[in-house]
């Protein structure tokens, strides 16, 4: 495997439903981001993680739980989601080392919510 | 401030032509700006990126040009094709400071 890669690739769930969106990277990079695509909002930054410190939480619910064990592996806990948390989400890494924040992006779990 | 602002929303261009997206932002510490190109169903990947030390950058067909006095930059697909048909956001960080995002642009290129 290389780069970032997501699993699932596809996820449907009730309300009541608890599930987990993980993450890996393959880069060797130090920092790992959540973001949620939506029609309304196209790229929302989530949770950012460096060094498997969560440095930001853009106000998000209690219901998303993200977990970063090591630099290497990012989680997404879900719990009693609603059905307008049906979007596209996203991981994303990057090696935050004196230069730019140069972001690679998985392909994504899509969730729909019922 | 920590805004960047994308347009148009939607672009359409034959096949041969150029499309041009613009993006604008308001925070004069950025430095550097990236672009990147969506496809259905996959992530978003890194497509060409600048720093404010340049007016322009090339790679293939793709252009970015940069305006620091007017906090504008802009992406040039020359000779568009079918397979650039993509949604594509601009970005813009301070460092290594989070990415800030445009809120993209779908482009369709017509055979």
């Known amino acids: 495997e290389t780069g970032v890669t997501q699993t699932p690739r596809h996820l449907v769930m009730g309300m009541t439903n608890k599930k987990s969106l993980k993450c890996e990277q393959h880069?060797?990079?130090?920092?790992m981001y959540w973001y949620k695509q939506s029609a309304k909002k196209p790229l929302e930054l989530m949770f950012v993680y460096s060094l498997e410190e969560r440095v930001e939480n853009n106000s998000v619910p209690s219901r998303f739980s993200p977990e970063c064990p090591n630099s290497s592996h990012l989680f997404l806990h879900l719990h009693t989601l609603q059905p307008e948390d049906s979007a596209l989400y996203l991981c994303?890494?990057?090696?935050?080392?004196?230069?730019?924040?140069?972001?690679?992006f998985g392909p994504g779990t899509r969730l729909t919510v019922l | 401030q920590q805004q960047v602002k994308q347009s148009p929303q939607s672009l359409i261009v034959q096949k041969g032509g150029i499309s041009i997206i613009n993006c604008a932002y308001e925070?004069?510490?950025?430095?550097?700006f990236p672009w990147y190109q969506q496809f259905p169903g996959k992530g978003p990947a890194l497509l060409i990126a600048i720093r404010p030390d340049v007016s322009e950058k090339k790679e293939g067909r793709f252009t970015i040009s940069f305006n620091k006095s007017a906090k504008q930059f802009s992406l040039h697909i020359m000779d568009s094709q079918p397979g650039d048909s993509a949604t594509y956001f601009c970005a813009a960080s301070k460092g290594a400071q989070k990415l800030v995002f445009g809120q993209g642009t779908r482009l369709t290129i017509n055979p």
């Open positions: 925070n004069t510490a950025f430095d550097y």
């Open positions: 994303a890494s990057s090696q935050l080392a004196g230069g730019y924040n140069e972001q690679f």
């Open positions: 880069l060797g990079h130090n920092a």
